[in-house]
């Protein structure tokens, strides 16, 4: 089962670019997307074979996740059930025969930090939800988690301690759940540094590789033998972060 996540900051922005044509050339069983920035009624569906579903903010053109999938879900849940953190469309969760696909954009903390005490609070209740569902079934979670887990997932480290994505309470965060058993699945076949998924649309730090990896695939570890490869689709256009994919047996 081939799984892809994207944040493609503005759906309708990226169908008039490039969607089609990945999505045909990846043909994903299942893509799993954040930062989609509308409503499912904004935008004329161009994804044949495929079932879309969607969790939307309650503010237009911002935040919204959404699902297309292949093979049908027993169901689909949005939000975690935390009336404080469901209304900007952030969670989507899928729930198939042998595990759980939660598709997350992990709120950011902003310039000047202004919003990590809510950050440090949405991390918390996030991963008691993951835990919840795992008492279940296994869960695999894709997405934009908005932080660079280590010093070797962005490019400058030094330079960004104190600021949004790279902060010791962010990366704390990230922490508690590998220490809860959640497992980064790109860490399984790639050690070294230099792979990235987020780039600033500034001084063409793209062209340079000065980026930051945030967009994860975190597998439970009773999913760790399924899993079969894992990677960055560093080439894909069309939004300042690029795919990542991941295979399960």
């Known amino acids: 089962m081939k799984l892809i996540s994207w944040n493609v900051n503005g759906l309708r922005a990226v169908m008039r670019k490039n969607f089609a044509e990945f ?9 799993a997307l954040q930062e989609t920035k509308c409503m499912e009624a904004d935008v004329v ?18 935040a919204g996740t959404a699902i297309l999938t292949r093979i049908p879900p027993l169901s689909v849940t949005q939000g975690i059930g935390i009336e404080a953190h469901d209304k900007e469309g952030r969670v989507l969760t899928a ?8 598709c997350v954009y992990v709120p950011n903390s902003q310039r000047e930090l202004a919003r990590l005490p809510y950050r440090q609070q949405w991390d918390r209740d996030f991963l008691a939800y993951l835990k919840n569902l795992e008492q279940r079934k296994p869960v695999l979670c894709c997405g934009d988690l908005n932080v660079a887990h280590q010093e070797r997932d962005l490019a400058r480290p030094k330079d960004n301690t104190r600021n949004h994505g790279f902060t010791a309470e962010e990366r704390a965060g990230f922490a508690a759940c590998v220490e809860a058993g959640f497992i980064d699945t ?37 999913l760790r033998q399924n899993v079969e490869r894992a990677w960055i689709l560093g080439t894909v256009a069309g939004s300042d972060h690029c795919p990542v994919g991941v295979e399960l047996a």
């Not at 999505?23 to 893509?31: G, H, M, R, T």
């Not at 000065?210 to 695939?217: A, P, Q, T």
């Open 23 to 31: 999505l045909a050339a990846e043909a994903p069983d299942i893509l």
């Open 45 to 62: 569906p161009d994804w044949p074979g495929y079932s879309a579903f969607w969790n939307s903010a309650e503010k237009k053109g911002y």
């Open 95 to 102: 729930e198939f025969e042998t595990f759980f696909l939660v």
């Open 186 to 222: 790109f860490r399984l076949f790639e050690q070294n540094g230099g792979h990235y998924t987020w780039w600033s649309p500034m001084n063409k730090a793209r062209e340079r590789n000065i980026g930051w990896r945030i967009d994860y695939f975190l597998a439970s570890a009773a």
